[in-house]
């Protein structure tokens, strides 16, 4: 109770210490994943762990970024490139080879911006390291580090550690990286569809099916149970809509991993930290204590888990007064199996399974608990979310259904459109001339057009 009061004035005190929150990743993307892509294997990098180390004043190794207590990244230059693990399918590319896949850099090339620097669309050969011409080879997001940036070396060195040793379909493939004199580039598999963040909340895209929205969650809650299960765990530390990017079928893969940090490792049930994340994912006895371990992860996924059903953000200082915080705000409905039904995205027109909705609303709820100890692990929240991905349960807009005449429905999709495709198949076109004759589909996707 005390925590979670304590929590509640963190959030309340948002606006003093805004300037002090961690600067966030917008959209980044890469090629379309292969369909098969190597099982999980162990992951990191104990040079990953020492070469992104630093002391604080208590003696505690931490990994140096700006984070919910404003600390900044050290962008220095390494002292060699002994740091970087050799990884045998990692390329290392040119810079001047990069500037010439992407154009130059060129503003109608780039995806998106965030902490670590801007994103870029490119075209590199399939078969080597030399850039291709406009839409031809392989597409790629090719990601520049910004030196006066929120993020610097160190976590673009966590981010080639953790992903040149991480393979698994619900992560993003790391193809690449510069290093040459002070530039600092990572290349990424283009992930066409771009990130959950702006299909939930991007003014003007089609709303996600609840189907989409589950299968997005599964995939989300693999990536995590993947690094929370490998031999040496790792700790995300940034899960958010934001770094959650989609593939062409809505497969969901974990990116940015600047922030991520190797696992308690023997007897120890934590690790401490410097408090580093995103306001209003980070767990609050994370907050308030440095510690952190598996179960801070858990929270995020819940705080992500009820932004997909309410299609709300974590923080939004455009609500009235005690709706800008997500989870503060959700927690009475969470508890009553009646007023839950409140929280549903109004996108959604009705079109959800019922049960399906309480069983993630509850999942939600619990990953979300004050007490560490009470959320589940990420592999249980697996399995409960590959029951949801089958339910079957009558759609909440069917109770209307002979009043208003509409058709029968099948998992929140009616007949009329069962054969469209499952991510947006209910917004059909009749709702498309309500918003006329523009284009509202991923970044990416218009990028793509553009080329």
Not at 144 to 158: D, I, K, M, S, V
Not at 329 to 344: I, M, N, T
Request: aromatic share 8%.
């Amino acid at each position: 109770m005390v925590l979670g009061k304590l929590f509640s004035c963190w959030f309340a005190t948002g606006r003093a210490i805004s300037c002090c929150f961690p600067c966030s990743e917008k959209p980044s993307g890469g090629r379309a994943a292969p369909s098969k892509v190597d099982s999980a294997t162990d992951h990191v990098a104990s040079n990953a762990g020492h070469a992104e180390s630093t002391k604080d004043a208590r003696g505690v190794s931490e990994k140096s970024s700006i984070g919910l207590n404003g600390l900044e990244s050290d962008p220095s230059t390494p002292r060699a490139n002994e740091d970087i693990p050799q990884a045998s399918h990692l390329g290392v590319f040119a810079f001047n080879e990069l500037r010439a896949a992407t154009r130059n850099f060129r503003p109608d090339s780039m995806l998106g911006e965030g902490g670590f620097g801007r994103v870029f669309k490119g075209w590199i050969d399939e078969h080597g390291m030399a850039a291709a011409k406009i839409g031809t080879g392989l597409t790629v997001a090719v990601k520049q580090l910004n030196h006066e940036g929120c993020q610097g070396h160190r976590e673009w060195l966590a981010e080639v550690n953790y992903l040149g040793q991480l393979h698994h379909p619900n992560l993003v493939k790391l193809i690449g990286y510069c290093i040459e004199d002070d530039h600092r580039l990572l290349v990424y598999e283009f992930m066409a569809r771009g990130s959950l963040e702006n299909h939930l909340f991007k003014r003007g895209t089609l709303a996600l099916s609840w189907t989409i929205r589950m299968k997005i969650a599964l995939g989300a809650a693999k990536g995590l149970a993947f690094l929370h299960g490998a031999r040496k765990a790792v700790i995300y530390r940034d899960f958010k809509t934001s770094n959650i990017l989609l593939d062409h079928d809505y497969t969901a893969k974990l990116s940015d991993f600047g922030l991520a940090k190797d696992g308690p490792e023997g007897d120890k049930t934590h690790v401490s930290t410097r408090v580093m994340g995103t306001y209003g994912y980070a767990a609050p006895e994370y907050v308030m204590t440095g510690h952190l371990t598996s179960k801070s992860d858990v929270y995020s996924f819940g705080v992500v888990l009820l932004e997909m059903i309410t299609g709300r953000r974590s923080m939004d200082k455009s609500r009235p007064s005690g709706e800008h915080n997500l989870v503060e705000w959700a927690r009475p409905f969470l508890g009553d199996k009646h007023s839950v039904f409140q929280l549903v995205d109004p996108r959604l027109d009705g079109h959800y399974p019922i049960k399906g909705m309480q069983k993630a609303a509850h999942l939600a709820s619990e990953c979300i608990s004050r007490d560490s100890k009470c959320r589940p692990l990420m592999s249980e929240v697996v399995r409960i979310l590959e029951v949801l991905q089958i339910t079957r349960d009558m759609p909440a807009s069917s109770r209307h259904q002979q009043s208003y005449g509409s058709y029968p429905t099948y998992h929140g999709l009616s007949d009329r459109h069962r054969t469209m495709s499952h991510g947006d198949a209910f917004y059909s076109q009749h709702r498309n001339r309500k918003i006329g004759s523009r284009s509202y589909g991923s970044p990416y996707r218009q990028q793509s057009a553009r080329s």
